[in-house]
């Protein structure tokens, strides 16, 4: 079922044909009384009462907001057009606002792709589209929109690793717009038949369980250090070479292998320290204590 334009005419118009036919009808009564004509009395009544009738037909639609309408439990269209308007009494009409809403889930704890339970939990910005659907469709899309986002959390967040690898393969917490663009797709394509548009969907909250917390930091701690020492040895390494070779060329000093590696082996031990070392001055010959 697809939203179609229901029947409505502007208000105001509206409202000063129904008091010309409150005004006629007083009319009619009142030159009943004086001549004593009942045919006009009975004509006054009955314009009196289709004025009170098309009362009924009046309602307001504020900016960004539908009024869906039913003849009888059938779908009549849907009325967008701001302002004051009147159609057929007949119909029962029921609000639905077409504006932008959100809401966050709750922390959902689900198993990565890895199997380490995760917990995560989403924000999502949507609105409504079709009037129809979102009313007739579902029972309660509001509530369909809000469950539905919960289960497409949990399918996206079982597809990805927390930790990125070294295989390329997106991860839940360093490649943000990918894992958005796909929650926002898998989240589309389950609210699509209430007539809701998904605009936006971003992680929230993402963090490990509770009971791997702790191991997984250590984890984390230990890749850091590793990284860090990896990225301190190549600078030492470098810095090294550098200056055996300046050495070489500016003729400086001249060293057999030994000393060499002696040098080396105390330039990387100042330079990868984790503390800063204490100088010890030489002060006998090259190859003297």
Same mark, same amino acid.
């Given at each position: 079922?697809?939203?179609?334009?229901?029947?409505?005419?502007?208000?105001?118009?509206?409202?000063?044909?129904?008091?010309?036919?409150?005004?006629?009808?007083?009319?009619?009564?009142?030159?009943?009384?004086?001549?004593?004509?009942?045919?006009?009395?009975?004509?006054?009544?009955?314009?009196?009462?289709?004025?009170?009738?098309? *009362?009924?037909?009046?309602?307001?639609?504020?900016?960004?907001?539908?009024?869906?309408?039913?003849?009888?439990?059938? =779908?009549?269209?849907?009325?967008?057009?701001?302002?004051?308007?009147?159609?057929?009494?007949? =119909?029962?009409?029921?609000?639905?606002?077409?504006?932008?809403?959100?809401?966050?889930?709750?922390?959902?704890?689900?198993?990565?792709?890895?199997?380490?339970? @995760?917990? @995560?939990?989403?924000?999502?910005?949507?609105?409504?589209?079709?009037?129809?659907?979102?009313?007739?469709?579902?029972?309660?899309?509001?509530?369909?929109?809000?469950?539905?986002?919960?289960?497409?959390?949990?399918?996206?967040?079982?597809?990805?690793? =927390?930790?990125?690898?070294?295989?390329?393969?997106?991860?839940?917490?360093?490649?943000?717009?990918?894992?958005?663009?796909?929650?926002?797709?898998?989240?589309?394509?389950?609210?699509?038949?209430?007539?809701?548009?998904?605009?936006?969907?971003?992680?929230?909250?993402?963090? =490990?369980?509770?009971?791997?917390?702790?191991?997984?930091?250590?984890?984390?701690?230990?890749?850091? @250090?590793?990284?860090?020492?990896?990225?301190?040895?190549?600078?030492?390494?470098?810095?090294?070479?550098?200056? *055996?070779?300046?050495?070489?060329?500016?003729?400086?000093?001249? *060293?057999?292998?030994?000393?060499?590696?002696?040098?080396?082996?105390?330039?990387?031990?100042?330079?990868?320290?984790?503390?800063?070392?204490?100088?010890?001055?030489?002060?006998?010959? *090259?190859?003297?204590?």
């Amino acid at each position: 079922m697809n939203e179609r334009q229901g029947f409505s005419v502007a208000g105001i118009p509206t409202v000063l044909v129904c008091l010309v036919m409150g005004l006629v009808s007083v009319m009619l009564w009142v030159n009943m009384l004086q001549q004593q004509e009942g045919g006009l009395g009975v004509v006054g009544l009955l314009l009196f009462g289709l004025a009170l009738f098309m *009362l009924r037909g009046f309602f307001q639609v504020a900016p960004n907001e539908g009024q869906v309408m039913q003849l009888f439990g059938k =779908y009549a269209g849907t009325v967008r057009a701001e302002g004051l308007r009147w159609t057929n009494p007949f =119909y029962s009409r029921r609000r639905v606002s077409l504006r932008v809403r959100n809401f966050e889930s709750s922390k959902l704890k689900v198993n990565d792709s890895d199997g380490n339970p @995760i917990e @995560i939990a989403a924000i999502v910005v949507w609105q409504v589209v079709d009037t129809a659907e979102a009313v007739f469709c579902v029972e309660d899309y509001e509530n369909f929109a809000q469950i539905q986002s919960e289960s497409a959390l949990r399918q996206m967040a079982q597809n990805y690793p =927390y930790d990125a690898h070294d295989d390329g393969k997106p991860a839940l917490r360093s490649h943000g717009e990918v894992i958005n663009n796909h929650l926002r797709d898998e989240i589309q394509a389950r609210l699509e038949k209430a007539g809701v548009q998904v605009v936006e969907a971003r992680i929230s909250h993402l963090a =490990y369980a509770q009971e791997i917390a702790q191991a997984m930091l250590q984890r984390q701690q230990a890749n850091a @250090i590793v990284a860090a020492r990896e990225r301190i040895v190549d600078g030492a390494v470098g810095m090294v070479a550098m200056a *055996l070779e300046r050495l070489r060329q500016q003729g400086v000093v001249e *060293l057999d292998e030994e000393r060499k590696a002696a040098m080396v082996s105390n330039l990387l031990v100042v330079l990868c320290g984790d503390r800063s070392t204490q100088p010890v001055v030489n002060a006998g010959t *090259l190859y003297g204590g």
